[in-house]
């Protein structure tokens, strides 16, 4: 992308919000900040509603939940990029559904979080590999039975290996694993939790 992405930021901790400006600003124009704030509500009320991609921590001091942020915040137009401290399952869980594009950690090298920023800013799902197990390793009450192979492939495939090298790791063909990922997918849509992208899945 050769266009200059903008971005905002919310978190409860000013002094995030002032590094989110620092290492942004080591990027020579290429990512700006337009807007930072304690609240998404205080964010979408002025510049940050028009931001290409605004940074989202979870767990904010106003009682405010994540999948409500995350829905106010996609309701207004900008993607979601989750910055959060917190790798806990049911939260990044709730994240994505509520529409969140990516999630990454806050500890993630600043690198990592700006290739996160022009991978959501392109509208393509970005999760950090850390994170991976959580959603190779679903202990939601409406989860559906998988056969051990299905298993076996979303886990592969939820660590990001692309289709081939999931085959090959699983010694069978990649129009098998594409099977076993659409018996997948149609297993959570039939439990009512439709997964149609890779990050959903």
């Known amino acids: 992308m050769t266009d200059v992405i903008s971005i905002a930021a919310v978190d409860d901790h ?13 990027e020579h124009g290429e990512i700006q900040v337009v807007a930072t704030a304690a609240t998404v509500a205080e964010l979408l009320a002025g510049p940050g509603r028009e931001a290409d991609v605004v940074l989202l921590d979870l ?17 207004a137009g900008p993607e979601v990029l989750v910055l959060s401290a917190s790798d806990r399952p049911p939260a990044v869980r709730a994240a994505i559904r509520a529409g969140a ?13 700006r290739s996160a920023i022009r991978e959501v800013a392109a509208g ?34 939820a660590t990001g290996l692309p289709l081939k090298s999931v085959a090959k790791r699983m010694a ?17 849509t039939v439990a009512g939790r439709a997964a149609p992208t890779k990050l959903e899945l």
């Open 172 to 188: 069978i063909s990649e129009e098998t694993v594409k099977q076993y990922l659409g018996r997948v997918r149609q297993k959570y």
């Open 14 to 26: 000013p002094i995030i919000l002032d590094s989110v400006e620092n290492w942004v600003r080591a």
């Open 59 to 75: 767990d904010l001091g106003d009682g405010t939940t994540p999948e409500v942020n995350v829905a106010e915040i996609r309701a």
């Open 124 to 157: 393509r799902d970005w999760i950090s590999p850390r994170l991976a197990y959580i959603f190779a390793s679903d202990d939601a009450a409406d989860r559906p039975t998988l056969s051990n192979q299905e298993r076996r492939a979303l886990q592969l495939y």
């Open 101 to 113: 594009r990516g999630y990454a950690l806050k500890h993630e090298h600043a690198d990592t979080i």
